[in-house]
């Protein structure tokens, strides 16, 4: 982990955002990163409990992480004056944290330093029931399902990923007119259009765990195989199912067409997306109620120029317009997801339609800048109209 360089700060004239985040940062959670790492007008302090790595050079001495003592104080008793005293000094506007879990434990913190609470809402934090949260064993989890309701109250803005999450986060007990809707985002400079396809790939991104649907795309791969014996599924990401997928492309008799290349950078991640004609979004609820917000690959597809297929889920409809940048199929089904994915395969024309189509749909709704932009102003806004309430 990078040195914590307080003099930065001095040095800097914006004022200072406390980018709230328990590990610092999860590999697949590049968009939380690049979000703080793309500030304007603030300046980020990102605040961890531990770190994991996977930190951009642009956040470079502007992290700090917590003592032990400190994240078992904050994590078991709400305790968050010693981490206070680390960030007071800075003056800090606000609080930024990222998923419900985070937002909870974040709210002493809030509490203690007088300042607003923001939390994005990504997706499993409002999918999943608070009792299957309080049955699996992470602290943070469980104490979000005890303390929610206190995040509801004092939170001064919740920040869903898509309109439907928002929906859902509304009915769950979110306040309506504090929980408003604010897509990630996507790098267009770095997710764009070109290169030489191969004219055969299906890629598929994303952690290996249910709620992805990679199992349901490996059978219907396995159809569009059958089909088209030159064609290849390329899978970047690792996580828990990795050997039980693997066995399953095995059982399906897909050998060398089926390739699993574990996490890679946003940067491999970029020069795939150049390399495939299609790829492939599958995710489903998950049997726990995990769900997708708005799975950010979907966003660097349609940037890269590159027509997605994609399940009817979460809000991936808010990025996937059917029969017009991609198309959208029923959750869990492997016909017709095997159906247009061999369209695509077949069709050159039809490929370049929707990509171009849905690189526009990315400058006009997903602009990672023009994201950020919109997110700074609603940090005035909450600063100059909103206060927690300290105790």
Do not use: C
Request: glycine residues 12%.
């Amino acid at each position: 982990m990078p040195e914590w360089r307080p003099s930065l700060f001095a040095d800097d004239p914006r004022p200072v955002v406390v980018v709230f985040r328990s590990p610092v940062f999860n590999a697949a959670e590049t968009f939380v990163a690049a979000q703080a790492a793309g500030l304007l007008r603030y300046q980020p302090l990102v605040l961890g409990l531990y770190g994991k790595g996977h930190v951009p050079e642009a956040l470079d001495g502007r992290v700090l992480l917590a003592s032990r003592g400190q994240e078992l104080a904050l994590k078991l008793f709400g305790a968050a004056g010693g981490l206070a005293e680390g960030v007071t000094g800075l003056r800090p506007k606000l609080i930024h944290a990222h998923f419900g879990p985070d937002g909870t434990l974040a709210l002493p913190l809030a509490r203690r330093l007088g300042v607003p609470l923001v939390t994005s809402l990504r997706g499993y934090d409002v999918t999943r029931p608070p009792l299957r949260l309080l049955r699996s064993g992470r602290v943070s989890w469980m104490r979000h399902a005890l303390w929610r309701r206190s995040l509801m109250k004092d939170g001064a803005l919740f920040l869903a990923v898509s309109n439907a999450l928002r929906d859902q986060a509304i009915a769950a007990g979110y306040p309506a007119e504090r929980t408003l809707t604010h897509y990630n985002g996507v790098d267009l400079s770095r997710f764009e259009p070109g290169g030489d396809h191969d004219g055969k790939t299906i890629l598929h991104v994303g952690r290996l765990v249910e709620k992805k649907g990679t199992s349901v795309l490996l059978r219907a791969f396995a159809e569009v195989h059958g089909r088209h014996p030159g064609a290849s599924l390329v899978i970047l990401g690792d996580g828990p199912l990795q050997g039980s997928l693997e066995r399953l492309a095995g059982e399906l008799g897909l050998g060398e067409a089926v390739r699993f290349l574990g996490f890679q950078s946003p940067a491999v991640v970029a020069e795939w997306m150049q390399r495939a004609v299609v790829v492939a979004v599958p995710s489903l609820r998950a049997e726990d109620g995990d769900a997708e917000g708005l799975p950010n690959v979907v966003l660097e597809a349609a940037a890269s120029g590159r027509a997605v297929v994609a399940s009817d889920h979460g809000g991936i409809g808010e990025a996937v317009e059917h029969g017009e940048t991609g198309f959208i199929v029923p959750e869990g089904w492997v016909a017709p997801l095997a159906l247009r994915l061999a369209e695509l395969l077949e069709s050159a024309e039809l490929r370049g339609r929707l990509g171009s189509a849905a690189r526009m749909l990315a400058e006009a709704r997903f602009d990672l800048r023009k994201q950020i932009e919109r997110l700074e102003t609603l940090y005035d806004a909450v600063t100059s109209t909103s206060a927690i309430a300290t105790r």
